[in-house]
């Protein structure tokens, strides 16, 4: 696709579960960020990823909170023992280099019960 | 990173410029300035950036004052669908970091 993709859009899920969230770049793009955004606040920046470079997991909240990325494709973020404080809009971003405009998808919607 | 200062809002009337105001006056040499929107529900939308010389595109123009200590963001014939917070942010060259604020609230009235 054009543009950054993430999947699912929605997802409802039961305090304790683990979930996985999917980001698709822009094809070609080196660099790939992972932020959230709780309801009415500002971005958070949780990790970044660059190449084969070691990420950075700076932004990570708790160890719960893990990601991955296979070379320069797809990224999961992954949460595990969800927690009602988890709940937020999930947001990828990629970017072709390091400090190039960085495109945003249109995020994944968490909501933990 | 130098910190931006951006009024918290603002209204606009549809069909006018709307101009957004950011000051910098921390900025560095090897400091960008970038211009992101979001609109209620979506991922922050890239607008541009520039780093001394004024910049214009489909979407906006960026004025750089000379000491590049402050700078706008012209929206030449705002639309109901401009509006959206818009975010002013100060980057370094070359390095990843994209730190968001709080940005401006900007309301396009009809």
């Known amino acids: 696709g054009a543009g950054v993709s993430q999947s699912p859009s929605n997802k409802v899920t039961e305090k304790g579960k683990d979930v996985e969230l999917r980001c698709d770049p822009i094809?070609?793009?080196?660099?790939l960020y992972w932020y959230r955004q709780r309801l009415g606040q500002g971005l958070e920046f949780l990790i970044y990823?660059?190449?084969?470079?070691?990420?950075?997991k700076s932004g990570l909240p708790s160890d719960r909170f893990s990601a991955e990325r296979t070379g320069e494709s797809v990224s999961t973020l992954t949460i595990q023992r969800t927690q009602q404080e988890d709940s937020a809009v999930y947001l990828c971003?990629?970017?072709?280099?390091?400090?190039?405009?960085?495109?945003f998808g249109q995020g994944t919607r968490l909501t933990v019960v | 990173d130098a910190k931006t200062t951006q009024p918290t809002s603002m209204d606009c009337a549809e069909g006018r410029a709307a101009n957004l105001p950011c000051n910098h006056s921390t900025i560095s040499g090897n400091e960008y300035v970038y211009w992101y929107r979001q609109i209620h529900s979506q991922g922050p939308q890239y607008i541009i950036h520039?780093?001394?010389n004024n910049e214009t595109n489909e979407m906006a123009s960026l004025i750089i004052t000379e000491d590049r200590k402050s700078s706008t963001l012209i929206l030449p014939h705002a639309t109901l669908r401009d509006t959206a917070v818009y975010y002013c942010i100060v980057r370094v060259v070359d390095d990843y970091k994209l730190s968001f604020g709080a940005g401006t609230t900007v309301t396009v009235r009809a």
């Open positions: 971003a990629s970017s072709y280099t390091a400090g190039g405009p960085a495109f």
């Open positions: 520039g780093l001394k």
């Open positions: 094809s070609g793009h080196t660099a």
């Open positions: 990823f660059q190449g084969n470079s070691a990420p950075d």
